[in-house]
């Protein structure tokens, strides 16, 4: 039986030496100490309730194989509902490592059986609770996990966060996106769910000038979202905007990961893990730039205001108003973002690091309103 | 106490000037006319867009306002959360006025209930074409 020793409290991490902060809104860990080195992590929530999860885990990959040590980095950015980010959060690291321990080692394999199983059970949970509480069968998430391992970095990614690799160039740094994402507005996204259904001409419906997958949702592959996978769910008592006005067989939305799998140079600097709700303001390229340019305490926080800075520009108004919003109106002017920047360079790390496992979780419980 | 001219006319400017901020806060002006390099950013404030292209500036206070909320949600359902600009209302910017007038009213519960099922109950002829003329004839009190 796998009992995850990491689940001590919501949102805490066990280690005092790590502590993580919250100032209004915003969670944070300005600087921490993974296997190979720092991370930097912060969140800001938007929604009436903190749909973003996240997590850093590093020491052991396996239950069974000590030299199997790396970093496992998961974004989870919910829809819909917290539910089934939280479920990915609670789960899918204690899935890797029982995939890993079977194989003895970290491979594509592994990290997509976890995200497999992670649906299936989540669509479990769903089917449980159906006649009690339906509205679980619309709520979903992306989920975006990084590995790093052996020299090697995988990125798993089902949904539309991203990964970004910052490779120094020339005195400057130069941003190489690691993830392949899952959004009805990408051309390469499209195209895979129109030939998945051939025969369904309303799979993809422009609204509101964006593409979206049976007119509802953006994502083309999601974790949960059990109403556009199985057709039992598609019926009262699920909300009428979530009910679908044909029968299907195939599941619509797929929860498999694209993996990618690079090979770490020395020029690599550092990857930056985070939801949409960065990527909306920021470009690749600027955000490595920031990065590159700053120092590394608090790194996290500084993307995540360089976005919030966008943001309130774009609203025009002061950034110093827009951080004064409550949640729930608040997302008229932001998402819920989630930033984590792992350092990859060898910095000087503690020799006996590889012996104090790390493990923090950020995003819940956070700010909720009624 | 004799107040001379000087001070009552300095005592005037000053409360123009309160009263000129004070129509500034609930304020708009031709978006035709204002790029972005002109739009003062107003503090304490934000922003929306009526159909009719007037922007519209308010404090930051009218966020807990439930017919604000409501508006926004609306303008949510009819044109989503645009992640490349301000907010669009898809009314127009008579009738924000009107609303912005009963809001200023102060009205009690029962009417803001009513308001807002009028709202709702229209939002289905808010139609990209004929939403002028669906919103002006809102409920009338």
């Known amino acids: ?21 919250v100032d209004g809104l915003t969670w944070y860990k300005d600087l921490g100490l993974h296997t190979f080195g720092e991370f930097s992590m912060a969140m800001i929530q938007a929604n009436s309730v903190m749909e973003d ?72 949970t769903v089917t449980k609770q159906w006649p009690t509480n339906p509205q679980m069968a619309s709520v979903g998430s992306c989920c975006l996990a990084g590995v790093i391992c052996n020299g090697l970095v995988y990125i798993a990614n089902t949904g539309d966060s991203r990964a970004v690799l910052g490779r120094s160039e020339r005195g400057g740094v130069r941003a190489v996106q690691l993830s392949v994402e899952h959004n009805a507005n990408l051309e390469s996204a499209r195209q895979e769910l129109w030939s998945l259904h051939p025969n369904d001409p309303t799979i993809l419906v422009m609204k509101h000038r964006l593409w979206r997958v049976k007119g509802v949702i953006q994502v083309t592959r999601s974790i949960g979202d059990a109403y556009l996978k199985r057709a039992e769910f598609n019926r009262e008592p699920l909300l009428p905007k979530f009910r679908l006005p044909e029968h299907f067989t195939k599941p619509i939305l797929s929860a498999d990961p694209s993996v990618t799998i690079t090979r770490l140079s ?73 930033v984590i920047v792992v350092y990859l360079n060898p910095h000087p790390v503690k020799t006996n690091s590889w012996a104090s496992p790390l493990s923090i979780r950020g995003g819940y419980p956070m700010h909720s309103t009624s | 106490m004799m107040i001379n001219a000087k001070k009552l006319m300095k005592l005037a400017k000053k409360w123009q000037q309160r009263a000129a901020l004070k129509r500034k806060r609930i304020s708009f002006q031709r978006s035709s006319i204002t790029t972005s390099s002109q739009t003062a950013v107003e503090k304490g404030c934000f922003v929306v867009y009526t159909a009719d292209k007037i922007r519209f500036s308010f404090p930051l ?81």
């Open chain 1, 1 to 21: 039986m796998v009992k995850p020793c990491w689940r001590i409290g919501a949102g805490m991490e066990r280690s005092k030496i790590n502590p993580t902060k």
């Open chain 1, 53 to 124: 999860q996240c997590q850093i885990e590093s020491g052991p990959l396996t239950f069974n194989n000590p030299t199997v040590q790396g970093t496992f980095v998961g974004v989870y950015d919910g829809h819909g509902g917290p539910e089934a980010s939280r479920f990915i959060a609670d789960n899918i690291f204690p899935k890797l490592k029982k995939f890993a321990s079977e194989g003895r080692e970290i491979s594509e394999q592994v990290i997509s059986k976890a995200f497999a199983e992670t649906d299936k059970d989540f669509l479990k």
């Open chain 1, 266 to 338: 020395p020029q690599d600097e550092f990857i930056i893990l985070a939801s949409d709700g960065l990527w909306e303001h920021l470009s690749n390229q600027e955000a490595v730039d920031i990065v590159h340019n700053s120092p590394r305490q608090g790194i996290a926080r500084r993307l995540l205001k360089a976005a919030l800075k966008e943001a309130a520009k774009k609203r025009e108004m002061r950034y110093s108003d827009l951080t004064e919003i409550h949640p729930g109106v608040r997302r008229h002017f932001h998402d819920d973002i989630t």
């Open chain 2, 61 to 141: 206070s009218y966020l807990s306002n439930t017919i604000v909320q409501e508006l926004l949600k609306i303008s949510e359902e009819e044109f989503g959360l645009p992640t490349e600009g301000p907010i669009t209302l898809p009314f127009d910017s008579a009738f924000l006025e009107y609303l912005i007038n009963l809001i200023q009213r102060r009205m009690d519960e029962d009417t803001e209930k009513a308001l807002l099922l009028s709202i709702s109950s229209a939002r289905s002829s808010f139609q990209p074409q004929q939403h002028c003329s669906a919103t002006q004839q809102l409920l009338v009190f």
